[in-house]
């Protein structure tokens, strides 16, 4: 792939996820105005949790970071027909697994739900139990859909793995306006069933074409599944953190604001998600192939001065976002959610959850980079010790703080849990070499413009508030949008007085297109 065509490609990728994340955000939104913070919401979204997490703790490592070097390992040295065969094998162990485990699910809904939601109202209990039967099965559309992710992503296919969270968000937000007022919150699980058989098939076609052929007769057994099993096995532990922490704080909320607290977490958790994430993400994918170069090449300090520079990128980028989630964040969730069965007091309690919950974004954000930093090492252990001490570090202070703070308490005990995995990471990425790439200003300097970001804010917020006369959705916007922009322009302007060196990094970057310059 040339440089133009690289360039290209990660334009679109970006742009793809970006617009995946926009419509899921609208999702939620057109949810909140339908169902609010009512009992159906709450019974939905821990139905909906549940098994997303199941796939992400048991099978989505291994196919996510497995799949991939094993296919390319025999793609390289047997030819693409013994690959494919692998392909097949794979995929049908992860057929099995899913369909055994869906079955389990939907037989077991009743009691799964009395653990995961032991709060509930009875009522509410049988709903999601109700619902998770039904959302059970899209674990084995899940599975097939990311092989083929695994597979096109092999053969340089890129844009079509990115476009498919688009395909599932559009059926759901079209079954909202169309048909919800006639099947309901039943329909809407049927919906995102839906969405998931949709991203398999606009998968599997493009996979066929590039000469792909599934058969059940080519059995289980396939040596590859060995490299698949010791390869993910210690990265499926590390990834526990997210979907293990998630689960445990949907269960403990079901307690609070009358059932309620799982849509009140879930509202304030999406947007908290898709600020932190969504950068680092992208940052990563594109400084990943230059770290595992420079590690095998056993550059070291050219090594530790990617891993440095994609830290200092993503605090220039995620500090300021944090401070408008921290300043303004409860007029954020006036603007997105409050309209509709979203009311006053949902409002204040999801604004409560998302400041605490964004205390805690820079370090979540850093995870990303500090996993990638691990794995172009080849070291798996730290990310698994990390991940153990995240998790005990996130249940013990959720359980400690909802008494005292409520669902908000829940939000908090995420961030420390972050911190708490950052701290230990930072300290074990190769501290000489790491703490070199440190020893610039940067970090000072970002400090510095932060501060000023934050105070510009708060003034110019101060002036808005005091302007602005009846309250619509306009004067919301006006009154959030006035202050973000003005504190960004004098971010902007001092990062450009002090010589933010990733300034230079980022055009420079982007100037050259592609991630293996």
Known sequence: MNKKNAAGTVSFIFIAIMLSKVLGQVREMVIAAIYGTSAQASAYF?????????????????????????????????GKERANLFATRFLNVIILATAVISALGIAFAGPIMSI???????????????????????????????VFVGLLQSQGEFKIPAIMSIVSNAVCILYLFTLNKYFGIYGLAVSLVIGWVLQFIILAVPARKKGYRHSFKSGFADSGLKNVAALALPVLFASWVQPINATVNMSIASGFANGSGPSILNYANRLYI???????????????????????????????????????????????????FLLQGEEIIRIIYQRGEFDETAVKMTSAAMFWYSIGMVWYSAQEIFNKAFYSVHDTKTPLIASVGSIITNVALSFILS???????????????????????????????????????????????????????????????????????????????VPAMAGLAVYIILAFILKIKELDFIRNKLSKGGAGE
Request: include cysteine; charged fraction near 15%.
């Open 274 to 324: 898709i600020a932190a994430s969504v950068f680092a993400v992208s940052l990563t994918n594109y400084t990943f192939p230059k770290m595992s170069r420079l590690a095998i090449a056993k550059e070291d300090r050219e090594w530790s001065d990617v891993v440095a520079g994609s830290i200092k990128l993503v605090l220039l980028i995620v500090i300021p976002i944090a401070l408008v």
């Open 46 to 78: 821990m139905a909906s949790q549940l098994p997303v997490s199941f796939f992400d703790m048991i099978l989505g490592s291994a196919i996510s970071s497995a799949f991939i070097p094993v296919y390319n390992m025999f793609m390289e040295n047997d």
């Open 403 to 481: 008494k005292y703070m409520g669902i908000s308490g829940l939000a908090l005990a995420a961030s420390v849990s972050a911190f708490v995995w950052c701290i230990f990471s930072g300290l074990m990425l190769k501290p000489k070499f790491f703490k070199e790439s440190f020893k610039d200003l940067q970090l000072i300097k970002i400090i510095i413009m932060a501060s000023a970001f934050a105070v510009t804010i708060f003034f110019v917020r101060q002036f808005m508030c005091a302007s602005v006369g009846v309250e619509t959705l306009l004067t919301r916007i006006i009154t959030f949008a």
């Open 116 to 146: 995961f939601g032991p709060n509930l109202d009875m009522s509410t209990k049988v709903l999601a139990a109700e619902l998770l039967q039904i959302m059970f099965p899209m674990l084995i559309f899940t599975g097939m859909a990311f």
